[in-house]
């Protein structure tokens, strides 16, 4: 479990040594992301040993990871799925409201403004087009 979500706040490491904890995780890797390293999360050792920089908040973890890469193509699809759901929820709520809402899915703020550009292209299109065949 210290593998997965770190040492006991109370207690501490039950692990003798840094060089323990790694060998733990060196061995048990490929298990322990398999079940805990997925749907855009990972689990602590992970961070421990292959993150370069400031563990993220578990707000943002999954933003995170998909800025810099770090997601497998299938947890990629998979969270900008449930982020684009989240992005369709928000429509017609109020700015605060929206701001909040796409906060705590931890929607990143790039797709928020791809989605809602290409929320508006369509419009703009469909204007040009229609003012287009209006006789003159």
């Known amino acids: 479990m210290e593998l997965w979500l770190g040492p006991n706040p109370t207690q501490g490491s039950l692990f003798n040594s840094r060089e323990e904890l790694q060998t733990a995780w ?3 890797r490929a298990e322990l992301m398999a079940r805990w ?4 999360r990972r689990p602590a050792a992970f ?4 993150f370069d920089g400031v563990r993220p908040s578990y707000a943002t973890e999954r933003s995170t990871l998909w800025r810099i890469g770090l997601l ?3 947890e990629r699809t998979e969270v900008e799925a449930e982020w684009e ?6 429509r017609g709520m109020a700015a605060q409201e929206r701001r909040e809402h796409f906060a705590h899915h931890d929607v990143p703020d790039e797709l928020i403004r791809e989605w809602t550009a290409a929320r508006k292209r369509p419009r703009r299109q469909a204007a040009a087009s229609e ?3 209006a006789p003159k």
């Open 85 to 90: 759901v989240a992005f369709a929820e928000a």
């Open 131 to 133: 003012e287009a065949a």
């Open 47 to 50: 961070y421990e040993f292959e």
């Open 72 to 74: 497998s193509e299938a």
């Open 37 to 40: 390293g997925s749907h855009g």
């Open 26 to 28: 060196e061995t048990h």
